[in-house]
């Protein structure tokens, strides 16, 4: 048996259909384009949700040292933000947005590095909550790892009764210990991967345990590599070492377009099974609509319940 794994808030209206969907392993909520207040609504329907659904497993999503846009300054010759995180790189350099489909030149950093001011700007409008991809080598990322407000979404999700969680952008074991110590050393942490400084920490640091999953984190993680072809190694180095591991995001995008998933999405999630992977999680892009996800979740049972045929 595969699991999936798909992301929802319970204000969306599908909701409660996928909760009490059993064909579904778990749901992950993503803090990312979620604020404080927001947040509290939220968690205040979540008692009922589980209750009603059976005890579907539900995990939260930390957004540690990921870099995201708080604040958008009005301009019209240029762009202008702040980010979560104050950071140093060399300028002038490139800056990827909307998941590497568009992009735009750093001009200058301001403001201790939180403030990035640019060379016009991307096609495409840039939202508050968004992430960029900054690859030059000289890009540090300072300060603390969590934000007041991802401290303060993280007490409340603790005091909701939640224990399982996702931890974004993970690179180090300090990532790890720190985060542990806020959630507890018991509790589930699923850690994404997605960059190449994460590759390296699971290629030379990472000790598996048994509340520790590694997450392949598909949608940052290959943006973020050098050469695309890289997230092949990556995608079998992870799951060399952490047999749990998890593949997510990128999976089954042809259903965004078409009704039927492409051919080349059936052979990947084969690939991805003969690799050995159990576990899989859809990205939110198809998690957003009801129809996208409904599509996506009979493909994947569709795959799941052949699969084992289809390879004797």
Known sequence: MIDLLVTLWPSFGH???????????????NSAMITVPELDRELASIHAAVRD????PLYFDVKGRQMRVTEVHENESYLDITLNHPITVKTPTEVLFKAGADFAVLDHLEEGGQRLIFQGGPRYNVFPGESLHIRHHSLAVHGSIFTVAECEKIAMVKQAGITRWFLSYVECQQDVDQFCEMVGQDAEVWLKIESQKGLNYVAQSFVKKPNLVLVEARGDLYVELEHPHEILAATKLILAKDPEACV???????????PVPSCADWSELAWLADLGYKRMMLCDE????EDLLSTAVNAFDAFRRNYPQATT
């Open 15 to 29: 909701f409660p259909r996928f909760m009490g969907d059993r064909r579904l392993a778990g749901v992950r909520m």
């Open 286 to 289: 198809l998690c957003l609509k």
């Open 53 to 56: 659904a059976g005890g579907m």
């Open 248 to 258: 997510g995001s990128r999976l089954l995008l042809s259903v965004v377009n078409e």
